[in-house]
């Protein structure tokens, strides 16, 4: 890339020939050919040259998917970027590709739970067997690997906890194996850290988060190496995945805005956690703010800003004052998802983070996960102010 991504996200995609700064939305299940030779002629380009367009049929994409893919190819630094209707159908697709029965995925204890799901009771069916390791404790994914092992999954931060892990020394233990690396990459984007650049095989972004940025839309995003692209394109063609041009022109224009919208994020979050590191009932913020911690300076070595999500445990041996609190706040809506423009808080019981091995809670220790919005920072301080008080 030339330019820098700010840049690039602004001059991307100029469409002269239908004089629109943005692609337009094409819709189409049948591609037309004016000849059956044209046809055939897009068919011999694709197999030519695989990144060519490739439509002969709606489930391959239109114009519209085409220049969603070759936005985030280029930001990804990727040979190529599948789309898919949600980010846990980029997930879905990039691990089914590459494991096959017999094989064994290294997993991050602190993964996203329905990932969690996916790998540990859904591929079992197929004889695929799930290893979960400790985000803070590498030696024990060192540990965990075997001459069975096809894929380490790694989730960086991970979910609710916010572990960031040493991204270089967990791939040096996949070099020179036959393994394959993945990272679910939502919390920071390409935007703030390039995964295929330090190493990685696949890197996976959940569009409806950062991406899209207005809680309206959903999709994801697969970013492969050239080494994964035969088996990453038969998976394609077997399971039929594909984002709407509709959803593909939304997400298009939410990343016009990533950069700015991300570089605010992270400011007001950096305010918030301060505040609410101060406060006698917050026993932890996971958010890099901390210079003297490790993870502070796993964060520093891999990342060039933080964003939004953070999760702040409380202290309290009455469960339902900790809810009340969070009943109290009146600018943030409770409700799953994040990414968007707005500010948002959960309470994070045993089900949502998981049948975890490594996270362990004691009975008056609680986790919230916060979202911080584009609203003013001060206002979001006071809100916390007023609700905090109820806490037991
Ligand atoms: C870290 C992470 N990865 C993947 C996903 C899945 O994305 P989607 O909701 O678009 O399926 C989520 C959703 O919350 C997430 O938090």
Known sequence: M????????????????????????????????????DIKKTQSNYKKNPLSKNFDYGRKGTSTTFALQELLRKIENAYQVYLTPTGFGAVFLGVISV?????????????????????????????????????????????????KTKLIFVENPGSNT????????????????????AIDNTWGTPYLIKPLDLGFDMSI?????????????????????????????????????????DDAYLIMRGLRTLDIRL?????????????LSKQKKVKEVFYPIKKNIKQYKMWKKYYSGSSGLMGVKIISKNKNSVIKFLNKLKLFAHGYSWGGFESLALYQDKLALGNRSYTKLSNNEHIIRLHIGLEDPNDLIADIKQAIKSIR
Request: no cysteine; hydrophobic share 35%.
């Open 205 to 245: 972004v959940s569009a409806t988060k950062y991406y899209s940025g207005h809680s309206d839309v959903m999709g994801g995003s697969l970013a492969i190496k050239k080494r994964l692209f035969k088996e990453v394109e038969l998976s394609q063609k077997a399971v039929g995945l594909r984002l709407s041009p």
């Open 99 to 147: 494991v096959r029965p017999g094989d064994e995925i290294i997993i991050t204890d602190s993964v996203y739970s329905p990932t969690r799901f996916l790998t540990e009771d859904y591929l079992k069916k197929f004889n695929i067997k799930a290893v979960f390791y400790d985000p803070k404790n590498l030696d024990d994914l060192k540990k965990k690997i075997t001459n």
């Open 2 to 37: 030339v330019n820098s991504v700010k840049t690039f996200l602004k001059q991307v995609g100029k469409d002269y020939q239908n004089q629109s700064v943005n692609p337009p939305v094409v819709r189409a299940s049948t591609i037309i050919f004016k000849t059956l030779q």
């Open 263 to 275: 570089d605010k994020h992270q400011e007001n979050t950096i305010k918030v956690a301060n505040f």
């Open 162 to 181: 916010f572990e960031f892990q040493d991204l270089k020394k967990i791939l040096s233990f996949a070099k020179n194996k036959n393994i394959y690396t």
